[in-house]
């Protein structure tokens, strides 16, 4: 995951090889891009001939707080197995108004509710992460981020 703002600039390429049977890989990115940041993401799992069976997915979820904000996504899978499951996909999406309007409603300011949804697309990887203590750990960091940072 990885959230950011101003005039900040963040390039991931990842490439993961199955050369073996059996494999299995997971891969879920988040990204919040607010003001004039930009996202460069690349994301490609490759499947060797001899990589029957392999399980993989590869999933680009982002999120943009600005009209000015830029992503530029791009998942790949380069498959020469023909006994695989495989999936990839990407999103571009902004906050949700009427989520936003619901909350307002129900008394939290407009910079709280922000602040709830951004947590709320990024929490649910928080979750997944296998140590528990790193977890609690980032949550607050996250958190005041997600205060600094402003839907424009």
């Not at 940041?37 to 799992?45: C, D, L, Q, V, Y």
């Not at 499947?47 to 069976?53: E, W």
């Not at 509710?113 to 296998?130: H, K, S, T, W, Y």
Request: proline fraction near 3%; charge should be neutral.
């Amino acid at each position: 995951m990885y959230l950011l703002d101003g005039k900040e600039l963040f390039d991931l390429h990842a490439t993961v090889e199955h050369a073996m049977p059996n494999g299995k890989t997971e891969e879920n990115v988040r990204c919040i891009v607010a003001d004039r940041s930009r996202a460069i993401f690349n994301g490609r799992i490759h499947i060797h001939r001899d990589a029957q069976k392999t399980l993989a997915e590869l999933n680009n979820r982002n999120l943009l707080l600005s009209d000015k904000a830029e992503i530029n996504t791009k998942p790949e899978l380069e498959i020469y197995a023909d006994d695989v499951k495989c999936a990839h996909g990407a999103t571009v999406a902004q906050i949700d108004k009427q989520a936003l309007y619901y909350l307002q409603t129900r008394g939290v300011s407009r910079s709280k509710a922000q602040v709830m949804l951004n947590f709320g697309f990024i929490n649910e990887l928080i979750d997944l992460m296998p140590n528990a203590a790193l977890a609690e750990w980032i949550r607050p960091i996250i958190r005041e981020r997600f205060a600094q940072m402003e839907v424009k």
